[in-house]
Nanobody
Framework: QVQLVESGGGSVQAGGSLRLSCAASGYTYSSSYSMGWFRQPPGEEREGVATFYTSGGATYTYYADSVKGRFTISRDNAKNTLYLQMNSLKPEDTAMYYC???????????????????WGQGTQVTVSS
């Protein structure tokens, strides 16, 4: 049973920083897999924030244009934990943030929710102006 558990959300003022964590369990990492972060603002659709795809020893990262230069995705394989470092936060970053994983999404779905099978329960991030 795959479990993804997010933590680290909270309330912060604009310009501040937060680091989200996603602890993964029950997931068997194959030679190719993808994990990432998505978010869903109130009343809007879920959107990709940052994901990575690893295959054959190479890792590729993908960021939404709106977070490039401000957010960084990383992972600690020894701890089975995925991170999202969020700097220079803006009010428009306010959303529920979700961790996701999948074996090998098609490349055109690496920032799309439909490319991922396993999801955490989410952690709320609120940025005030």
């Amino acid at each position: 049973q795959v479990q993804l558990v997010e933590s680290g959300g909270g309330s912060v003022q604009a310009g501040g920083s937060l680091r989200l964590s996603c602890a993964a369990s029950g997931y068997t990492y194959s030679s190719s897999y993808s994990m990432g972060w998505f978010r869903q603002p109130p009343g809007e659709e879920r959107e990709g924030v940052a994901t990575f795809y690893t295959s054959g020893g190479a890792t590729y990262t993908y960021y939404a244009d709106s977070v490039k230069g401000r957010f960084t995705i990383s992972r600690d394989n020894a701890k089975n934990t995925l991170y999202l470092q969020m700097n220079s936060l803006k009010p428009e970053d306010t959303a529920m943030y979700y961790c996701a994983a999948d074996a090998s999404p098609p490349s055109w779905l690496l920032l799309r929710p439909e490319g991922f099978t396993y999801w955490g329960q989410g952690t709320q991030v609120t940025v005030s102006s």
